[in-house]
């Protein structure tokens, strides 16, 4: 079908509308991105992975929050996740590892592509330890991601996450970050500490051979539940942020628990 309209006509009015939109799309997207380095000059040299998983889930409350019409959240997301992800590279390569292990391993390579980024390095190790040996072993510049630790359907390899080796790991991130449901589907396994974005979940890890979880909770001050148990450990969700390195868990050992450990928080709009 022949698609040309005559100079003037309604559609090349239109058609010419939307050139210059897209000339000022990519003039504006430049100048985020030098704005960008700027920041990124100001600040101290530092060690450690680029990314502020609690930064980057404020900046996408408010920019939904703030989207009009037509722009729907998950275009919204989508378009910032590749701003943000192109931003991060231009500081520092990150790599992705995948470890899924059970489950369906496209599903995942995807969730960890949307969030990262087209260009970002993505590849598949198999099974969760891998991925997350590969994370602990290069700290500044490789985080992990695997299915939700307490997911059913995926296997229970999340007691590893007790072993010395993944001790700097901690979850900074919940993926998708517009899910459904009370947990996410997917974590991101990185050598950094989260921030707080507001609305957060944390996720500790400790070792209850006598079952004093529910009372250590109350003890303590803190909401939560039990999301998974592979005696005598035990993964349990808190309602609210709660950093690594937080005296109120530490409080949780005086009232019953051993070894607790704060795996991580995450945040979702």
């Known amino acids: 079908m022949n698609d040309q309209s005559p100079p003037g006509s309604a559609l090349e009015t239109i058609r010419a509308e939307i050139d210059g939109i897209d000339k000022t799309l990519l003039s504006l997207f430049a100048e985020r991105l030098r704005v960008a380095d700027k920041l990124a000059g100001l600040k101290a040299p530092e060690q450690g992975l680029p990314i502020r998983p609690g930064r980057e889930v ?3 409350r408010r920019l939904v929050a703030e989207a ?16 943000i992800a192109a931003s991060v590279r231009r500081q520092r390569v990150i790599d992705v590892v995948v470890g899924g292990g059970r489950g369906d391993p496209s599903r995942l390579f995807d969730i960890a592509r949307r969030h990262f980024g087209a260009r970002t390095r993505i590849k598949d190790l198999g099974e969760p330890q891998t991925a997350l040996q590969k994370a602990a072993e290069n700290p500044d510049s490789v985080v992990a991601v695997t299915w939700w630790p307490a997911a059913p359907s995926v296997g229970g390899w999340w007691p590893a996450l007790s072993e010395r080796r993944f001790h700097n790991l901690h979850i900074i991130a919940g993926l998708p970050l517009l899910g459904v449901g009370d947990e996410p589907e997917a974590a991101v396994f990185a050598a950094s500490n989260n921030e707080e974005a507001g609305s957060d979940v944390s996720v500790l890890l400790a070792f209850d051979p006598h079952h004093r979880l529910q009372r250590a909770l109350n003890e303590s001050g803190f909401t939560g539940k039990e999301l998974a148990r592979a005696e005598p450990r035990v993964l349990v969700r808190i309602d609210g942020f709660v950093a690594v390195g937080d005296p109120r868990a530490r409080a949780l050992e005086s009232s019953g628990l051993d070894s607790v450990r704060v795996l991580g928080s995450y945040a979702r709009i």
Do not use: I, N, T
């Open 58 to 60: 404020a900046l996408l």
């Open 68 to 83: 009009p019409a037509p722009l729907d959240r998950e275009f919204v997301v989508e378009l910032w996740r590749a701003m």
